[in-house]
């Protein structure tokens, strides 16, 4: 499986949280699933469907649990609590207050979307400051969900906070047995009509992937 939230560590770290004593869940042994990665073509039998989904069916699991080693960080470390104050009284300045990007969500459920967000909105609340928000909960949204997040990815992976950034940037990465389940159930109630031309735009878009003139011209 490969995740996002995975990776490599990195030496140059540059920021206050890398001695806390968590990390994130090893991968789950791969299963043996028969088939073609290339085509995305499932053997046809039950076994191997039932494999596939249990296989999608971990990696959920396992988002679930490394996003909750990040709502941990964020919720409980008194550093980054610290430092989300100093953005809220202006103390320090969020890169992303400046920022016109779209809001990434690393979390894998609803629930813990909604006890990132409380915890952040409790912080503005509780933090004594002569700051007024035109729109408090924008705040959350566009400049504290992305620092705690990205804060919280360097102290869990101790990675730097550009590595983090970068991490952050990437979005939640999906295993190719999820791809394949969605794919699976988006046609299963499709009607012949349509499944044959879901079919042929497919094959014309493979054949102009193999087309080195359309390549050339990308």
């Not at 103390?91 to 690393?106: F, G, N, T």
Request: glycine share 2%; with cysteine.
């Amino acid at each position: 499986m490969v995740y996002c939230l995975q990776m490599p560590l990195d030496t140059d770290e540059d920021h206050s949280y890398n001695k806390r004593p968590c990390s994130f869940l090893p991968k789950e042994s791969e299963s043996h699933v028969t088939m073609d990665k290339e085509d995305g073509s499932l053997d046809g039998e039950n076994a191997s469907f039932k494999m596939l989904e249990e296989r999608a069916q971990q990696a959920q699991h396992h988002r679930r649990l490394t996003s909750g080693l990040l709502i941990d960080c964020i919720t409980q470390d008194k550093g980054l609590l610290q430092h989300l104050e100093a953005i809220v009284t202006g103390q320090v300045k969020s890169p992303w207050a400046k920022k016109d990007e779209r809001v990434i969500i690393l979390f894998e459920d609803d629930d813990q979307v909604d006890r990132v967000l409380s915890f952040l909105s409790q912080v503005v609340e509780k933090t004594q400051t002569e700051r007024r928000f035109t729109d408090e909960v924008a705040f959350v949204m566009d400049v504290l969900l992305p620092e705690a997040t990205v804060h919280a990815l360097a102290a869990v992976l101790s990675v730097s906070l550009e590595r983090a950034k970068e991490t952050y940037k990437c979005g939640p990465e999906y295993d190719w047995s999820e791809m394949e389940l969605c794919s699976h159930y988006l046609t299963k109630n499709l009607s012949e009509e349509a499944h044959q031309r879901l079919k042929n735009s497919s094959e014309r878009f493979r054949r102009a992937l193999d087309s080195e003139e359309f390549l050339n011209r990308l």
